[in-house]
Antibody
């Protein structure tokens, strides 16, 4: 079964740091670009960051650029998001999601597999 | 940045009836548009990609249409499990800056 499982969420104070992980199984993780997408409580979906299959290409939303770092370890089938200088507005459920390989436009794709999400709460 | 606008924000429809959801892009995204369904407490699920192609396992009552800047998701005969929030997403730009619409909540009338 194709599966993504996030972990690492929790309560952190403003200015603090947190590292999210996403464990992939059931597919060849090293062949896929991956993404982080977040959803603030009661709000819509916001793309956060993307990383190509070999980590050669990395992109961030302007709202997190300079504070968040995406990375992956293909040997461990894992995706990560290091979040520093956290703000109240970063409070959200964070999902990892897989690019739908083969149905992309250039390097941009629909997202065909999503994890269940992990909640990050930034509050004093 | 391409802005995606969905309408209406909330749609009240009776089971068995047809629902029509709209999504507009601020500039052309060709057919590089996806629709997702999200139920409370769950992750989004891919319904439609390429503006009109159903993802694996999606019932035939879901259909997508449009290209350029105007898109529609139609659910032909609403079942109880279809009441959820629906998001559109464009994936037409490079480097990838995926943008989503703000969502349409489909509720039982």
């Amino acid at each position: 079964e194709v599966q993504l499982v996030e972990s690492g969420g929790g309560l952190v104070k403003p200015g603090g740091s947190l590292r999210l992980s996403c464990a992939a199984s059931g597919f060849t993780f090293s062949s896929y670009s991956m993404n982080w997408v977040r959803q603030a409580p009661g709000k819509g979906l916001e793309w956060v960051s993307s990383i190509s299959s070999s980590s050669s290409y990395i992109y961030y939303a302007d709202s997190v650029k300079g504070r968040f770092t995406i990375s992956r370890d293909n040997a461990k089938n894992s995706l990560y998001l290091q979040m520093n200088s956290l703000r109240a507005e970063d409070t959200a459920v964070y999902y990892c999601a897989r690019d739908f390989l083969g149905y992309c436009s250039g390097g941009s794709c629909p997202l065909d597999v999503w994890g269940q999400g992990t909640l990050v709460t930034v509050s004093s | 940045e391409i802005v995606m606008t969905q309408s209406p924000a909330t749609l009240s429809v009776s089971p068995g009836e047809r629902a029509t959801l709209s999504c507009r892009a601020s500039q052309s995204v060709s057919s590089n548009l996806a629709w997702y369904q999200q139920k409370p407490g769950q992750a989004p699920r891919l319904l439609i990609y390429g503006a009109s192609t159903r993802a694996t396992g999606i019932p035939a009552r879901f259909s997508g249409s449009g290209s350029g800047t105007e898109f529609t998701l139609t659910i032909s005969s609403l079942q109880s499990e279809d009441f959820a929030v629906y998001y559109c997403q464009q994936y037409n730009n490079w480097p990838p800056v995926y943008t989503f619409g703000q969502g349409t909540k489909l509720e039982i009338k």
